[in-house]
């Protein structure tokens, strides 16, 4: 770990204010890690910190409902604004998404697209469109195929084999010259690592444009995915560019949703 993880480079103030975010962040999660209330002492026993420090937190805390105290039940909980909190970012991850894909688009001057999988589709539920002219366009409620899709594949990589399988178990319609139609190869795409490489439409669904898309890892709420939509030549000239922008976005969805970015 270098000094700059640890805030050391920063001037004494910024330090301050990060340890205390890190001191506070280390009190709700002794808290939920708990299951139950926990008393001054206690917290200051599961934090090493200071009964005085851990006193000052809970009473930050307290004032912005993160936790709750009441002399009729001893100890301190956690309060209504951490489930509400967790509760908007699992029910709507468009709202976590949207800063990133806006973003991801600005980063690369193309048009990204937020899907979910719904029955054997890949939804577009948000997008951004490029403002420049040659831009790639869908419409938000349109329905991907999955097999011929970047957004399609970057699902398929999350899914169980079984429902892979039931998904692809029926005629798979040829878009283009490109469109792979064999099964097994699909199939393949299964629990693998989910990598731009591998998430790639090479002009498998309309000729001349090109998609590659990562999922959302680890979300219970559904199987959701972001893709970048270019012409051919465009991704051919910047294809590290645009594969090293799209797992930054992806990345950083991930660690807003508090999810495991590795998993």
């Known amino acids: 770990m270098s000094t700059s993880d640890l805030g050391l480079n920063q001037p004494k103030g910024q330090r301050n204010e990060m340890r205390m975010i890190a001191r506070a962040a280390a009190v709700l999660r002794a808290i939920a890690e708990s299951g139950t209330a926990l008393s001054l002492g206690q917290l200051a026993k599961k934090t090493d910190l200071p009964r005085a420090t851990v006193q000052r937190l809970v009473g930050a805390l307290e004032a912005e409902r993160f936790v709750i105290t009441d002399a009729t039940m001893p100890g301190v909980r956690l309060g209504s604004e951490v489930a509400r909190l967790a509760a908007l970012a699992h029910q709507d991850p468009r709202a976590v998404c949207k800063p990133w894909i ?33 831009k790639i366009v869908t419409h938000i409620g349109t329905a991907l195929p999955v097999h011929c899709t970047a957004s399609g594949k970057a699902h398929l990589s999350q899914m169980s084999i079984d429902l892979a399988a039931r998904i692809l178990d029926k005629p798979l319609l040829a ?11 699909l199939l393949s795409l299964v629990g693998t690592d989910p990598s731009a490489d591998r998430c790639t439409d090479n002009e498998e669904y309309v000729s001349g444009v090109v998609a590659v898309a ?23 000239n910047r294809r590290l560019q645009i594969a090293d922008a799209l797992t930054t976005a992806r990345g950083s969805i991930e660690r807003s949703l508090g999810l495991d970015e590795n998993a």
């Open 102 to 134: 806006q973003w991801l688009s600005d980063k690369i001057n193309e048009s990204v697209d937020l899907t979910v999988l719904q029955g054997d589709s890949a939804i577009v539920i948000d997008q951004v469109l490029t403002p420049h002219p040659f």
């Open 214 to 236: 990562l999922p959302i890892r680890g979300l219970p709420s559904g199987n959701y995915a972001i893709a970048v939509s270019m012409a051919r030549q465009s991704f051919l």
């Open 175 to 185: 878009h283009t010259e490109n469109t792979i139609t064999d099964k097994e190869i």
